[in-house]
């Protein structure tokens, strides 16, 4: 066998590993972040008071375009259907195929990225357990919201319990408002898609989308606007603690048999030591 043969099979087998590795690495993050988004539910009571102060705060300063969005969406059901299927949905897809694209076309900078939101997704889970919210549509009637996701639920799979499918509201929590995650993780996406995008099309799409996800929670009465604000804070932290997460996490090696070559926790390939040789 040629040595460029055993190259490539190498590789191939290299990066068949971290499929290996990646794919369950992503599983547990996403099964920790909805089994503890499940868990930390807070008392209602609290959780609305917290979403009523929100709400008030943002009045003081004359910043709460909640309501004229919310009417808006409610009063056009051009607009509010589309909405709800948008909140119901592109949060779980679009997330997903960026990061299968950034690993099939832009592999050197897929680490990082990952490293990032999924930083960001475990200090929005702080955030879901020091600050419980009750979202808009969950206060009462006299705030005047509309919940559009139930107003227009014969449209879709959702039933009154925000985006849960029918009959399976139990296993959401309706309580997780601050920070917004729709939001957070659809910055990810398009600051991933503006940046490394090559395509006039896809930097587009990088620019359009946190725009009309933030436009989504607001017109679907989901979130407040400081929840918009406190999930764009929240990936700033995630992107400002990723490299130094990621440079401790490259140090750690993953030991294998004596002479053979291993890898490192994320996945490069490293030199083990053959045996009876001092590490240098």
């Given amino acids: 066998m040629t040595t460029s043969a055993s190259a490539i099979r190498t590789t191939a087998h290299r990066d068949h590993l971290r499929w290996r590795t990646e794919l369950p690495l992503l599983a547990v993050v996403y099964a920790l972040y909805s089994g503890v988004r499940l868990l930390i539910r807070g008392e209602v009571g609290d959780a609305v008071r917290n979403g009523v102060d929100i709400?008030?705060?943002e009045q003081l300063v004359h910043l709460d375009p909640e309501h004229w969005l919310n009417r808006l969406f409610a009063n056009h059901a051009l607009l509010g259907i589309p909405a709800d299927f948008a909140y119901a949905s592109l949060h779980y897809i679009v997330t997903p195929a960026v990061l299968i694209w950034l690993w099939r076309r832009h592999p050197a900078h897929y680490r990082a990225a990952r490293t990032w939101l999924m930083i960001s997704t475990l200090i929005g889970l702080v955030g879901f357990t020091v600050l419980p919210t009750a979202p808009p549509r969950l206060l009462h009637g006299g705030y005047g919201f509309i919940?559009?996701?139930?107003?227009?639920?014969?449209?879709?799979?959702w039933g009154?319990?925000?985006?849960?499918?029918?009959?399976?509201?139990?296993l959401t929590n309706q309580y997780a408002a601050m920070p917004s995650l729709h939001v957070g993780w659809s910055l990810w996406c398009g600051?991933?898609?503006?940046?490394?995008?090559?395509?006039?099309?896809?930097?587009?799409?990088?620019?359009?989308?946190?725009?009309?996800?933030?436009?989504?929670?607001?017109?679907?009465?989901?979130h407040y606007?400081?929840?918009?604000v406190a999930g764009v804070?929240?990936?700033?932290?995630?992107?400002?603690?990723?490299?130094?997460v990621l440079r401790t996490v490259e140090a750690l090696p993953v030991h294998?048999?004596?002479?053979?070559?291993?890898?490192?926790?994320?996945?490069?390939?490293?030199?083990?030591?053959?045996?009876?040789?001092?590490?240098?």
């Fill in 55 to 57: 709400l008030h705060s």
């Fill in 256 to 280: 294998g048999p004596a002479g053979e070559r291993v890898t490192s926790v994320s996945g490069r390939a490293m030199e083990a030591p053959a045996a009876g040789k001092p590490r240098s």
């Fill in 225 to 228: 606007l400081l929840d918009t």
């Fill in 233 to 244: 804070m929240v990936m700033g932290i995630g992107f400002v603690l990723a490299k130094p």
């Fill in 160 to 170: 009154a319990d925000a985006s849960a499918p029918q009959g399976l509201g139990h």
């Fill in 147 to 157: 919940d559009t996701m139930a107003q227009y639920s014969s449209y879709g799979w």
């Fill in 191 to 222: 600051l991933v898609l503006f940046r490394r995008g090559r395509h006039w099309l896809i930097r587009t799409l990088g620019i359009a989308y946190p725009v009309v996800t933030t436009l989504v929670v607001l017109g679907t009465a989901n």
